[in-house]
């Protein structure tokens, strides 16, 4: 049985910082590439950074040098680091990860960046 487990989130004064971690069960989580998306209220789910089996990034705009994303394959876990946080960084976060065989999305938990 495949499950995401999401922790970290809460609530932090603009400025501050979070780590999100998501740990995975029940797959070969060295195989699937990682994600973390987002979603506001009344807003689509975006994504916020992305990390490959072979070890390339990608990042929004909006958190480029603000936002690191990194894998522990050892301990099936992919990490959302957040500097610098701002109110508009206030979402649901879920984490993804991404495989020929099919998508798994995490629970979501909620970041809230108070100004």
């Known amino acids: 049985q495949v499950q995401l487990v999401e922790s970290g989130g809460g609530l932090v004064q603009s400025g501050g910082s979070l780590r999100l971690s998501c740990a995975a069960s029940?797959?070969?989580?060295?195989?699937?590439?990682v994600g973390w998306y987002r979603q506001a209220p009344g807003k689509q789910r975006e994504l916020v950074a992305a990390?490959?089996?072979?070890?390339?990034?990608n990042y929004a705009d909006s958190v480029k040098g603000r936002f690191t994303i990194s894998r522990d394959n050892a301990k099936n876990t992919v990490y959302l680091q957040m500097n610098s946080l701002k109110p508009e960084d206030t979402a649901v976060y879920y984490c993804?990860?991404?495989?020929?065989?099919?998508?798994?999305w995490g629970q979501g938990i909620q970041v809230t960046v108070s100004s």
């Open positions: 993804n990860l991404e495989h020929y065989s099919g998508t798994r």
């Open positions: 029940g797959i070969i989580f060295s195989s699937y590439a």
């Open positions: 990390l490959n089996t072979g070890g390339s990034t």
